[in-house]
Each structure stands twice: as structure tokens, then as C-alpha cells.
């Protein structure tokens, strides 16, 4: 399965995965506005053998089937810290 990957610039360590390239309109109307303008940063095949950092190529795999979309937030540790700054990387 064929995937693009996109970086918010509003939000740190935030990442949508598309199936389609720029297919922006399968985000959550409610994701969009919080993740701000999303730049491209890697295409990637999603196979049974590919490894990803902090995702389960699974689920990803899984929700871009079912979604069309799967969006990657900060690891626990960084949500605080997130949270306590809600236009981090403006």
C-alpha cells in the first residue's frame, strides 16, 4: 500500500498519513483546523515488513483502508508539554 506523509506546522511531533496524495479532504473536519497547514515529508510503501518509529504498520495500514487517513500525534510524554502550549510551532 502506497502512503504520503505530511507534518503539521501548527502541532510537534504530529503527522497525517494519507492514501491518496493531498487528499486533505479525508481529515476530520475537527483535525484540520487544530493541525494547521500540513507540508509533505515522505512517501512510503506500507508492507507487512515495513517498520515505522512509532506506529503500528498495521493500524496505519488498517485506517488508511477503512479512512483513508491516519494521523500520528506526540508520544504521552510530549502531550503536556503540548497542551501547556497550544500555538507551539506557529
Known amino acids: 500500500m502506497h502512503c504520503y506523509v505530511y507534518k503539521s506546522l501548527r502541532r510537534a511531533e504530529t503527522y497525517v ?14 483535525l484540520r483546523e ?3 497547514r500540513l507540508q509533505f515529508v515522505l ?9 515505522l518509529a512509532r506506529e503500528n504498520p ?18 504521552k510524554d510530549s502531550i ?3 497542551l501547556a502550549t497550544p500555538d507551539a510551532g506557529d
Open 43 to 51: 512517501e512510503i510503501e506500507l508492507t507487512a515488513q515495513r517498520k
Open 34 to 36: 487544530p493541525l494547521g
Open 17 to 30: 498519513y494519507l492514501a491518496e496524495r493531498d487528499a486533505f479532504h479525508k481529515l476530520p473536519a475537527a
Open 58 to 75: 498495521e493500524v496505519v495500514r488498517g485506517n488508511l483502508l477503512t479512512h483513508g487517513v491516519h494521523v500520528q500525534f506526540p508520544p
Open 80 to 82: 503536556t508539554e503540548l
